[in-house]
């Protein structure tokens, strides 16, 4: 069993940046793919990032460029720096892990999620 905590949201105005940290337990992160999804109010949840387990990264489209995923082995958490931050990217965040799960959301562990709210 993983157990995912995510931290690091809060209040933002529009093109400042925030680190989401996501601490994992019951397993190594090198042995899972470690995404990160988002959910705006009334839309469904939708990929931002992924860092797999073979350390190749991807992003969605609407982020490359601005958001940044890197991992701490030693701390066993994955980050999620985000830059140039924009009322649209403003949404529930998740950490997920999982052995397969690139951009789909079929990821076996979620965390309990953390607000970002991006203000104009």
């Known amino acids: 069993q993983v157990q995912l905590v995510e931290s690091g949201g809060g209040l933002v105005q529009a093109g400042g940046s925030l680190r989401l940290s996501c601490a994992a337990s019951g397993r190594t992160i090198s042995m899972l793919d470690m995404a990160w999804f988002r959910q705006a109010p009334g839309k469904e949840r939708e990929f931002v990032g992924v860092f797999g387990r073979s350390a190749t990264i991807d992003y969605a489209d609407s982020v490359k460029g601005r958001f940044t995923i890197s991992r701490s082995y030693a701390r066993n958490t994955v980050y999620l720096q985000m830059n140039s931050l924009k009322p649209e990217d403003t949404a529930v965040y998740y950490c997920?892990?999982?052995?397969?799960?690139?951009?789909?959301?079929?990821?076996?562990?979620w965390g309990q999620g953390t607000q970002v709210t991006v203000s104009s």
């Open positions: 997920a892990a999982g052995l397969v799960g690139g951009r789909t959301d079929n990821y076996d562990y």
